[in-house]
């Protein structure tokens, strides 16, 4: 996975770490950054040692939103539905990912900028970060998925009014409503969200998968059909690779389990210490 002068990329053990790097624009969803994106969850889809993504932003600006510039010089509805063709390449497959995805939210998100920070699974919010909807303002009607995320993460009443109200939600009112796993101060966010990340990939990241995958579809399932998509996964998760078996070894052996291979040595060194005691 290369970097490029508009996203930093590397890998930290399990952990694939995307971090947006476009100052000028402020990491702006121009062109150039959906194809960053897109090929760079493409490559960490592929990578068979990435278990979990971290998606940030640097120097205190996480998305501003649509890249205006680029938004002016349109001149037909014909390149309006090209340019949602293309953002379809990027963030759906982002939304239902089949890894983790957390978000080191480390300042402002800000009109389409929401929609990218409330894709991931766990967000982990800096003390200065802020959801920013500014849509009205420029008389257009919120996207990058904001409309298909903010209803079932904060109900229709209140996603309304925000969008509505051209509002402002700060880091403790999003971790109050739900949004932020957790809010930290500003310069401790991007060690925070990668120690979550990491957290994560320590545990038993295929059963994740398949969870994340069949919560992604509760709103538009029946109760029947949520019920056949657990039994599906269940199935997939009581058989693949055996983290199941571990988790139940680990149980009965009251001992961590080790669903990655990198945490052996912690739970090697806790059953010898165990043993002088």
């Given amino acids: ?128 970060a802020k959801l920013v909807s500014t849509f009205f303002k420029l008389g257009v009607v919120p996207d990058v998925a904001t409309m298909y995320m903010l209803p079932r993460l904060l109900g229709m009443a209140r996603a309304k009014s925000f969008v509505i109200g051209n509002g402002t939600i700060d880091a403790s009112k999003g971790h109050a409503l739900g949004l932020f796993d957790e809010v930290v101060p500003n310069e401790r966010i991007y060690e925070a969200g990668l120690e979550r990340a990491k957290e994560i990939a320590m545990g038993p990241v295929r059963a994740m998968s398949l969870a994340k995958q069949v919560m992604g579809r509760s709103f538009e399932t029946d109760l029947e059909g949520m019920f056949m998509y657990e039994d599906l996964a269940q199935s997939l998760a009581m058989s693949l690779g055996g983290e199941f078996q571990e988790g139940v070894s680990a149980f009965f052996e009251r001992r961590k389990p080790v669903f990655f291979a990198e945490a052996a040595a912690d739970v090697v060194a806790e059953i010898r210490d165990r043993k002088h005691v």
């Fill in 1 to 128: 996975m290369h970097t490029t002068n508009i996203m930093h990329c590397e890998r930290d053990g399990a952990v694939q770490i995307l971090r947006l790097s476009d100052h000028e624009t402020r990491n702006s969803l121009s062109n150039e950054m959906r194809n960053a994106l897109s090929q760079a969850l493409q490559d960490a889809q592929a990578d068979d040692q990435v278990r979990v993504v971290y998606l940030t932003g640097s120097q205190g600006v996480f998305c501003s939103g649509g890249n205006l510039e680029t938004l002016s010089n349109i001149e037909s509805s014909w390149e309006v539905h090209r340019r949602f063709c293309r953002l379809g390449a990027w963030l759906l497959p982002l939304i239902r990912f089949p890894k983790p995805v957390i978000v080191g939210l480390n300042g402002a998100a800000v009109g389409g900028g929401i929609g990218l920070a409330l894709a991931g699974d766990v967000v982990v919010a800096a003390e200065g």
